[in-house]
């Protein structure tokens, strides 16, 4: 089994699971949303950045 699919998918899923995060967090308001608000958002940017780029990787390593 190839590990490129397989970090993909880890990808998407952090992806997924900080949005959930940080969408819970901004609905509830409070300290949380205020302190860990921006560096969510941030975090789930990179992770998608990393998803695009192994899903290219993946693109350009099939036959």
Do not use: D, S
């Not at 952090?14 to 608000?37: D, H, I, P, Q, S």
């Not at 990393?50 to 899903?55: E, G, P, T």
């Amino acid at each position: 089994m190839n590990l490129l699919p397989v970090l993909l998918l880890l990808a998407m899923l952090a992806t997924a699971g900080v949005l959930m995060v940080g969408l819970v967090g901004f609905f509830r308001g409070g300290a949380f949303n205020e302190k860990y608000g921006n560096k969510l958002m941030r975090a789930r940017v990179g992770l998608q950045l990393l998803a695009v780029v192994l899903l290219g990787l993946l693109f350009l390593t099939q036959r």
